[in-house]
């Protein structure tokens, strides 16, 4: 099982990026995504969410108009498109994909987004 992010670095505030996390070895189609980050000192926070069939999505409050996340079931991708990047965006993004009954769990190893002029 793999997942492997993509997609982070240095951006200024205001401006875009867009991460995207490769799966692989799982039946990716089933799975809840999710993306989380989480800053120094800080515990992790769930940033977005996406249903298996990708038609429900969940934003944190911190995200909501900015963040938008997507999939794609053939690709075996999911991303997440951010906008108005603000400084305290800036985290260690991680990728993860939890089962149909929730009984286990994929991480990602991470990709950093750092937000600064």
């Known amino acids: 099982v793999q997942l492997v992010e993509s997609g982070g670095g240095l951006v200024q505030p205001g401006g875009s990026l867009r991460l995207s996390c490769a799966a692989s070895?799982?039946?990716?189609?089933?799975?809840?995504m999710n993306w989380y980050r989480q800053a120094p000192g800080k515990e992790r926070e769930l940033v977005a969410a996406?249903?298996?069939?990708?038609?429900?999505?969940y934003y944190g409050d911190s995200v909501k108009g900015r963040f938008t996340i997507s999939r794609d079931n053939a690709k075996n991708t999911v991303s997440l498109q951010m906008n108005s990047l603000k400084p305290e965006d800036t985290a260690m993004y991680y990728c993860n994909a939890v089962a149909p009954y929730g009984d286990h769990t994929y991480w990602g190893q991470g990709t950093q987004v750092t937000v600064s002029s």
């Open positions: 996406i249903r298996s069939a990708g038609d429900i999505t």
């Open positions: 070895g799982f039946t990716f189609c089933r799975y809840v």
